[in-house]
């Protein structure tokens, strides 16, 4: 089962630290408990950023440091061979918040991943994080706060807000993560439903969707043959959205009736789950159910 949990301890290398996002996130994911043990920048003669080592390759900061983990800040023609560097130097978790990577590239990835037994966050994600623990890429510190619900997004600014509203009313997060909006990626929505279902810490799952792709209405499929047992929320993002046209993320785009906000609300709705037509009535929707069920 892929387990996508870090804690305190997980050590961590940022490809990209010498650049203005990595060193900026290494700085704020520091701050927040993540244990970034080094950094990877193949064309900077620097020794360090901000006391993290500095190696010019992920074998080298992994022999060196025995990190297990890295979230990459690299250019988006960059990545597949960042992925690759990582992958063949042993590291088994990868985040990629960088937006743009060719599908191709994508692709390959995908098979690299597959082929190292790892896991891979993004590409176009903001980022994953258990809250009170660390965090990978560039989720706001101020809306985790440890609780019972399970956090799945594509869009990073639905699900800051999402986060951080419940947050103000007392609803924390047990893990969040962002699968990101392209149709080529890591992680999807359905890879994470038995983790949910085994995770103690998990008592609800909040889906963060959007139109456009399968992916809402595969989790659907995947909660019913699984029979999820937890109480699910969603919020489906584009109800207004026209036909045949990429709404920002490269998988938001729907033809006719397939990725429509309705297919994915009824498919949503048939496998269990509480559907929302608004952020307000999601946050208020999920608070007054948690505490009806004292979840």
Known sequence: MLNPRIDRQ???????????????????????????????????DKRDVDGVPVYPDCRSAVEATGATTCVAFVGAYDLLAAMRDALE????????????????????????????????VGPSTPGMAIAG????????SDALVPGPVGL???????????????????????????????????????????????DERTRAVLLIGEIGGHEEEDFAAALTAQRFAKPVFALIAGRTAPSGVSMGHAGALVHGSFGTFEAKKAALESAGASVFDTLDAMVEGVYQRLKQTRV
């Open 152 to 198: 799945m997004s594509k869009s990073g600014t639905l699900s800051y807000e999402s986060g951080y509203r419940l947050a103000q009313r007392g609803v924390g997060t047990s893990a969040w993560i962002g699968v990101g909006g392209d149709s080529v990626k890591g992680l999807r929505y359905a890879d994470l439903v038995p983790f949910f279902a085994q």
């Open 10 to 44: 997980t050590p961590v290398i940022i490809q990209g630290i010498t650049g203005r996002a990595g060193r900026l996130h290494s700085r704020l994911m520091r701050e927040y408990g993540t244990n970034v043990v080094a950094g990877v920048s193949p064309k900077s």
């Open 89 to 120: 130097a042993g590291v088994r978790y990868i985040v990629t918040p960088t937006e743009g990577m060719p599908v191709h590239d994508a692709l390959q990835a995908k098979r690299l991943v597959n082929e190292h037994r790892a896991i891979w």
């Open 133 to 140: 623990e660390a965090k990978l890429g560039f989720l706001p």
